[in-house]
């Protein structure tokens, strides 16, 4: 990697600035600040900006850092159900042979810019729009918090059979292949027991996030000098530690140095050619297909025993285009199969479905409550285990969000009131871990409307809110009230105007968990004095 690309310019700097304001633009219309990151590539294309070799590097290191991270929150077990695979490979398939099909019967047509496909560049730019970005779905689940929920989890395994196809399809389709040092790739995985010694030993700071970015870039640069994709490196060593305690906490302290880097894939995205009328018109047809994608993935979900809101939910979080079509149309150009017109069609058609999808995505959850009646029918009889409706019983206290502060409010409230608490999670690993060492905790998603209709409001007078996110908390606060409970409402905050916001919805007890857990350290300091000067 040559050093000189991190060399400022002025022209760097208005790029910045221009991605800032489109970014700060889109936030305040309701959209994620990525699809204004691509408003600004194409807007700096249209002056004649390009992009270089230093929004090249900006943009491969922010893919590979997110592959990273989806690494360290990857469980190798979620990808052999049924439910990944099955639906991932069979919504592949399917959607190959549908898009193609169209996409051949418009060259047969003779509509221009088609005439010269014949039926196997026809099946390869069907196979490029049957992927979904694994981008935009980890940005749009991470904002929701989500991640962790039993759709979050579903669609990131989807998306991870996705990409590992495409690795496939690179390897194959540039004629590159691994080297016979690939084998030793699995002489990684006895280096497992070495990776965990050495975070124990980073500490909670900046070794821990000079660790974490040694073993992305270590693991692209060694899959990458035996031939493998770089960025398939970064995920397998990501997964090789994501068992350590350590591994969330190494995911946050990345958060903000993926989310920068991929402000340059979006830019790239956006400048990687000049769209002309017709092929906007292209991209607007191939961005209606999209639907087509979504409802076959409901259909498929449905058919693999999810409820029809999991699927719906799943499958609303795929409802775009992937950045890995944009590497296949490449790979068509380069080689000669297709014109680079095909590539410019492919970004803006991918761009367009990243607008749609996103507010889309933002009323997931309104949609879901509206159309689930109609949708029951596609139900199977049976359900995947982990995606019941739960029943809290008999508690009193229900206290939402089972992390350190949750653990922590269950355990006061249980030892001073010895009143039935129970906890509820929508990660499993959390609960299986909770329900180890004694407390009362069940599987539930907070937003999900079957949750609340399980729900039996009458014996709880007391709901603790304690999710990770101030949205979460938001919502399930106006759960609560739209379905006329009764009782008190607390909820944790971070920020002062993240309390009036929760006061406002409802809540009659909101604190700010950092000023708390001051007042907090102060009291427990001052009862262990009082303890030592009573003996």
């Known amino acids: 990697m040559d050093p000189s690309w991190l060399a400022i310019t002025f022209s760097d700097i208005a790029w910045i600035a221009i991605a800032f304001f489109m970014g700060l633009l889109a936030r305040l219309v309701g959209l994620p600040p990525l699809v204004g990151f691509l408003a600004a590539g194409f807007a700096l294309n249209a002056f004649g900006a390009a992009g270089g070799d230093a929004l090249n590097e900006i943009a491969d290191l922010g893919v590979t850092l997110l592959l990273f991270s989806i690494g360290l929150k990857l469980r190798l077990r979620g990808l052999l159900r049924p439910e990944v695979w099955g639906v991932a490979s069979v919504h592949m398939l399917i959607t190959v042979l549908v898009f193609g099909a169209a996409i051949y019967g418009l060259s047969v047509a003779g509509l221009a810019l088609f005439g010269a496909l014949d039926v196997k560049l026809a099946l390869m730019i069907a196979f490029a729009l049957s992927f979904s970005s694994t981008v935009f ?58 990776l965990y010694r050495l975070m124990d030993r980073t500490g909670h700071g900046e070794l821990l996030i000079l660790y974490g970015l040694l073993l992305a870039l270590g693991g692209a640069a060694v899959f990458e000098l035996v031939g493998m994709k770089a960025d398939l490196g970064a995920l397998v060593l990501g997964v090789l530690v994501a068992g350590h305690p350590k591994a969330s906490e190494l995911a946050k302290s990345l958060l903000g140095f993926k989310d920068l880097f991929l402000v340059g894939f979006f830019l790239s995205i956006g400048l990687s050619g000049v769209p002309t009328f017709e092929a906007i018109g292209i991209a607007v047809l191939l961005a209606a297909l999209v639907p087509l994608k979504v409802a076959l993935f409901f259909l498929l979900l449905a058919r693999f025993r999810l409820r029809a809101r999991s699927s719906l939910l799943t499958s609303l979080s795929l409802a775009n285009y992937s950045e890995f079509g944009l590497i296949v149309g490449a790979i068509g150009v380069a080689n000669g199969w297709i014109t680079g017109d095909w590539l410019t069609i492919i970004a803006i058609a991918l761009s367009i479905t990243f607008v749609l999808a996103s507010p ?13 009646e109609r949708l029951r029918p596609f139900e199977t009889r049976t359900r995947l285990p982990n995606d019941q409706p739960v029943d809290t019983g008999d508690a009193e206290i229900l206290i939402f969000g089972m992390g350190r502060v949750g653990s922590g409010a269950y355990d006061v409230m249980r030892e001073r009131y010895g009143r039935r608490a129970i906890g509820v999670d929508f990660d499993s690993a959390t609960v299986g871990a909770q329900q180890v060492v004694g407390r009362d905790v069940i599987f539930g998603d907070a937003t999900d409307s079957d949750f609340w209709e399980k729900l039996r409001p009458g014996k709880i007078d007391l709901v603790m809110l304690a999710l ?33 916001e929760l006061e406002g919805q409802g809540v009659h007890a909101a604190f700010n968990i950092y000023t708390e857990a001051g007042a907090g350290f102060a009291e427990h300091v001052c009862k262990q004095f009082e303890q030592q000067s009573a003996g």
């Open 360 to 372: 889309l995505n933002a009323a997931a959850h309104v949609i879901c409550a509206r159309s689930l």
């Open 468 to 500: 990770p996110h101030h949205k979460e908390n938001m919502d399930v606060a106006k759960q609560l009230v739209d379905g006329g409970y009764a009782g008190q409402i607390a909820a944790i905050a971070r920020f002062a105007d993240e309390i009036s």
């Open 137 to 194: 779905a980890v940005k749009v689940l991470e904002e929701k918090g989500e991640m962790a929920s039993l759709h979050g989890r579903v669609s990131i395994g989807i998306l991870i059979i996705q990409d590992l196809i495409a690795v496939l399809f690179l390897t194959v389709s540039t004629g590159k292949i691994p080297s016979p040092w690939a084998l030793a790739l699995i002489g990684l995985l006895p280096l497992r027991p070495l």
